[in-house]
């Protein structure tokens, strides 16, 4: 079992930053895919960053590519989600989850955490 604990939402201001943190207990998850996912109200759960098992490959949609970094901290079994220049329609719960496949697909996912609200208000 991974458990799964999201922190670091609020509320910002377009054009302000906040740094999302998934801390994972129960097992190291350093051997897992983990993405950050969100979801606005009304929308579809949708995949925001990954950083997959094989090889360490990173993802990013397109609506995030050069605002959002998302790395991850071995030592400390913990994932970040660097958001910068945000936007209103960041606004969403944003939630981390793991999977031990390297499919980067809701469905394909083993864990997930409770998730973090984003408020960016315009």
């Known amino acids: 079992q991974v458990q799964l604990i999201e922190s670091g939402g609020g509320l910002v201001q377009a054009g302000g930053s906040l740094r999302l943190s998934c801390a994972a207990s129960g097992r190291t998850v350093s051997g897992y895919t983990i993405c950050w996912f969100r979801q606005a109200p009304g929308k579809e759960r949708e995949l925001v960053a990954a950083i997959r098992r094989s090889g360490g490959s990173t993802y990013y949609a397109d609506s995030v590519k050069g605002r959002f970094t998302m790395s991850r901290d071995n030592a400390k079994n913990t994932v970040y989600l660097q958001m910068n220049s945000l936007k209103p329609e960041d606004t969403a719960v944003y939630y981390c989850?793991?999977?031990?496949?390297?499919?980067?697909?809701?469905?394909?996912?083993?864990?997930w955490g409770k998730g973090t609200l984003v408020t960016v208000s315009s």
């Open positions: 989850a793991v999977s031990r496949q390297a499919m980067i697909v809701p469905n394909a996912m083993d864990y």
